[in-house]
């Protein structure tokens, strides 16, 4: 497993995504760059060039061109990166309104209206409950029911455009930095990130929201009384990929 902290790491810093890319177009110079290129499985003597560049709007944040010496081919990398200044360091990885996501995932007409009850764009249809909003636990057996069939039915399938999403900006990579006592890093590749946060079952958290394998679904909130906060959202702990 490839990580890295200490005082080089510290010392170029990693405020944005701006400053991981002059690290990979300066590779030859940095030491943290060329772990992250070896763990990509290249051989430094083997690479021509690397140019990056950061990506907006998409899960990859960084896309990594490289040219090989060896066969004159210029692979293409696209590189997730969260930085986390604790050690829990939950971490959003989507968000959107329920229509989009039933675009995306083809969720039914009823369940879709339950999930809008649950972030709250659509009122309480129960007088006893929060004004603003309803948990999932407040739904009756069968309401709570047709939306954990959902989540276990597609589980993998969402798992999969919560984390690597779609297209040619898909990622391939994610590259966590944490910032607490000391700095450090951990690059792993997508499809051992998708099955860690896999793991584990679907169901209703006793505080109403949903667990989807080591992922957590809730209401976004927030954002002083916006509409936006009855977006949906899926959050992970990004800390725990240094463990696997």
């Given at each position: 497993m490839a990580r890295q902290s200490g005082s080089e790491i510290a010392k170029r810093g990693f405020q944005s995504e701006k400053d991981i890319v002059t690290k990979f177009n300066k590779w030859k110079d940095d030491d943290d760059c060329k772990q992250w290129l070896k763990r990509m499985g290249y051989k430094l003597n083997e690479i021509?060039?690397?140019?990056?560049?950061?990506?907006?709007?998409?899960?990859?944040?960084i896309q990594v061109k490289i040219s090989r010496t060896d066969n004159g081919n210029i692979d293409t990398h696209n590189i997730q990166v969260k930085s986390l200044?604790?050690?829990?360091?939950?971490?959003?990885?989507?968000?959107?309104?329920?229509?989009?996501?039933?675009?995306?995932?083809?969720?039914?007409?009823?369940?879709?209206?339950?999930?809008?009850?649950?972030?709250?764009?659509?009122?309480?249809?129960?007088?006893?409950?929060?004004?603003?909003?309803?948990?999932l636990d407040e739904f009756t057996s069968e309401q709570q029911e047709n939306?954990?069939?959902?989540?276990?039915?597609?589980?993998?399938?969402?798992?999969?455009?919560?984390?690597?999403?779609?297209?040619?900006?898909?990622?391939?990579?994610?590259?966590?930095?944490?910032k607490t006592d000391r700095i450090r890093w951990i690059l792993q590749p997508i499809n051992k990130v998708i099955n860690y946060y896999s793991k584990g079952d679907v169901f209703i958290t006793p505080k109403g929201n949903l667990k989807i394998g080591r992922i957590s679904m809730q209401r976004k909130g927030g954002d002083n009384g916006k509409k936006s906060a009855n977006m949906l959202q899926f959050k992970i702990n990004p800390a725990k990929l240094f463990e696997i």
């Open positions: 021509k060039s690397v140019q990056s560049r950061t990506i907006r709007n998409n899960k990859t944040d200044s604790n050690s829990r360091g939950f971490n959003q990885v989507d968000k959107r309104w329920i229509d989009t996501y039933q675009d995306m995932w083809n969720i039914p007409d009823d369940t879709t209206q339950l999930l809008k009850y649950y972030t709250g764009e659509i009122k309480p249809f129960t007088a006893d409950v929060d004004k603003n909003r309803m948990y939306i954990l069939n959902f989540f276990k039915e597609n589980k993998i399938w969402i798992i999969c455009d919560l984390l690597r999403g779609r297209g040619s900006y898909s990622a391939e990579w994610i590259l966590v930095v944490q």
